[in-house]
């Protein structure tokens, strides 16, 4: 059978910022944009993309394309029976690791979507908020439900195909989601007081970027841009020939960003228009956004297209996950992709029960601890503190100093037809000598060698 490949440029873009937009963007970012010294902590997060961020994703982008296989599959072309094939595989691993809480989280912006639709929000209070969070959290019918709910859209879109799942979806979706977060900013921004939310967003402050701010930043710049585990690998695979990589990687994660102070753009300004602290992760998404937008005119339309467009973001993020052992399972173990997007999604979503019930100290297996970490704290820990430096690395090493570099600049520059100049020595340069010693640090950071 013919392997597929996305369209055209447009699709491969939209394609690929749907993997890097996600969860990440909306409840990540801009809180540690917030408390890290704004402007400062962009300043440097757009160096590590620059330093770390796009030379590991144009490596993953030629791994990819230059073989058109899937994760295991490509490291194997490349470097037959060879240790290689660890990035390939830890990226699977690393896939499912993530998946694994990614969709219990992405289960509760389905719900709370759900609710806000139902009209839940209507009339809440600080009390009420945090009950119904506490309620949606702990369930424990309810999150385990509702996590199944995301693993069988996810699955019904990747039985489609590449074409037909991915690219449909992502064309349609990631323009919708730029609209509805243009219309969440313009509502916040023109609130009164909103200047106070801007200011802790973007004003320039030297003085609150410390180490970890720094470390943070990097390992951000990892989890945006849905490196080392493997999505990259297996969407590029399906890139066209002609596809300018540098320029798409480069285009990816600028917008990537963009969504990103979007995002913050519209939740600060209301959080302190009404005078609230914003807290971090779980408590600024699911108890701030919907108390202080629903005290807003028409609040309730804008609570709406705030989880819609979380949704989307969840969904399309989860497509390129969920993607990468489909790939591997269809090529490598000839499997119909039905009956591995059924197998996959079915795993994840039953042993992610174990994440949905392990959120909170008082979650039904809250008390199965090890290290003072439950399963949702273990399966976020390993995929992002170690198995994601440890691919990046990896990766650096393997490409910057074992495969050739003319076979590189012969697949960057499409054979011949890009002219490169400088940039490939810049990638090359920075690919060798200056990120593995910065993942190497983030490495020792992340296992606690360094604080
Ligand atoms: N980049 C996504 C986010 O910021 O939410 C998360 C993610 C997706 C990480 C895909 C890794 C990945 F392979």
Known sequence: MKRETFSSGLAVFLATLGSTVGLGNIWKFPYLT???GGGAFLAVYLLCIA????????????IGRKTRKNAVGALQALRPGAAWQCIGIMGILSSYLIMLFYSCVAGWVYFYLFKAVKGDFDGITMASAQLQFSEVVLGPAAPIIWQFVVMAVVAAILVMGVRDGIEKITKTLMPLLFILILVCDIRALTLPGASAGIDFLLQVDFGKLTATGVLTALGLAFFKLSLAMGTMITYSSYFTANNNLYATAAKVALSDTLVSLLAGLAIFPTVFSFGLEPSAGPGLLFMTIPLVFSQIPFGNVLLVAFFFLTSI?????????LEVPLAYFTEERKMSRPKAAVLNAGLIAAIGILATLSVDK???????????????DWFDYLSSNILMPLGGLLTAVFIGHVVRKEDILRELS?????????????YYFTLRYVTPVLLVVVFLHAVGVIG
Request: proline share 2%.
């Open 34 to 36: 917030g408390q890290y």
């Open 51 to 62: 330093f770390v961020g796009l030379p590991i994703m144009i490596s993953e982008f030629y």
């Open 313 to 321: 973001a969840a969904t399309t993020a989860m497509l390129s996950l």
């Open 362 to 376: 008082s979650s039904l297996l809250g008390a199965y601890t090890l290290l003072d970490r439950g399963f949702f």
């Open 414 to 426: 499409n054979d011949g037809h890009l002219k490169l100049g400088g940039l490939f020595n810049c």
